[in-house]
């Protein structure tokens, strides 16, 4: 009897944990309003709104999972998650590890510092004590940049706001409109006028998943010519 338990119990926790047939599960890093953040204890956003459309088209049931930034594209390659939605940016290192899809949005990397900061152009990066997602676009370009800059690797963009507001970090770069939502939330907080780089999201799969990347492609370009994806931005930005 203790064995017969023993083996429902193993059984229910296999097929509770991967993947069959019926679900989509979607990884993301669901700390990034308006793409991915939660409400009431559900996350929601943009990239969830575009995964919600993907699987009615396919005909499953979602699945969100919420990963550490840099995990998600070993949750892909390992087949833990089907697809990522979490205002990934194409760039040429990731797509020799994973699939993009065609962009759905474009995006613009920002400087966040306390409203009294002294950084007034890019060079004034140099020396500062700067924050960024660990895994993000931001963190290679100060990486591969700022060399003489001290760079704090967060997981999460709260933390490295906290950073700045205890003075720990001079500034933190990341994505705008991501930016724009955490700069509401943190009035001590703005959003510097200087240009640094531009970016594109796309959704990600596993590499050679093409079957599954023609049909997201194919909803992203619906979604994209009906004006959806401008609708559920406008809903999560309000
Ligand atoms: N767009 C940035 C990147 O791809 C950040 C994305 C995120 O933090 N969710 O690196």
């Known amino acids: 009897m203790k064995k017969l338990i023993l083996l429902l119990f193993l059984v229910l926790l296999v097929t509770g944990c991967s993947k069959d047939g019926n679900t989509l599960v979607i990884v993301t890093e669901a700390g990034f309003a308006p793409y991915e953040y939660y409400e009431n204890n559900k996350i929601v956003g943009i990239d969830i709104d575009i995964a919600e459309e993907i699987a009615k088209r396919l005909d ?8 550490a930034f840099d995990s998600i594209i070993n949750e892909l390659n390992s087949g833990k998650a089907d697809i990522a939605l979490a205002g990934m940016s194409i760039t040429a290192e990731r797509q020799e590890e994973v699939d993009f899809s065609i962009e759905y949005a474009v995006s613009k ?11 007034k152009k890019v060079s004034d990066l140099n020396n500062k004590t700067i924050s960024v997602q660990l895994g993000s676009v931001a963190d290679s370009y100060v990486t591969e940049n700022f060399k003489n800059a001290k760079l704090i690797q967060q997981k999460k963009f709260l933390s490295a706001a906290e950073d700045i507001k205890g003075k720990k970090a001079d500034c933190l770069i990341m994505d705008e409109l991501p930016a724009t939502e955490l700069v509401k939330n943190n009035p001590e907080l703005k959003i510097l006028n200087i240009e640094l780089f531009t970016d594109k999201y796309a959704a990600v799969v596993a590499k050679g998943n093409t079957k599954l990347l023609e049909q997201i492609n194919e909803v992203l370009q619906d979604l994209i010519d009906s004006g959806k994806i401008n609708e559920f931005t406008i809903n999560h930005t309000k």
Do not use: C, F, G, W
């Not at 499953?60 to 990963?67: A, H, R, T, Y």
């Not at 990397?109 to 950084?119: C, G, M, R, S």
């Open 60 to 67: 499953k049931e979602l699945v969100v999972k919420d990963v």
């Open 109 to 119: 990397q920002v400087i966040v510092a306390l409203k009294d900061t002294n950084i």
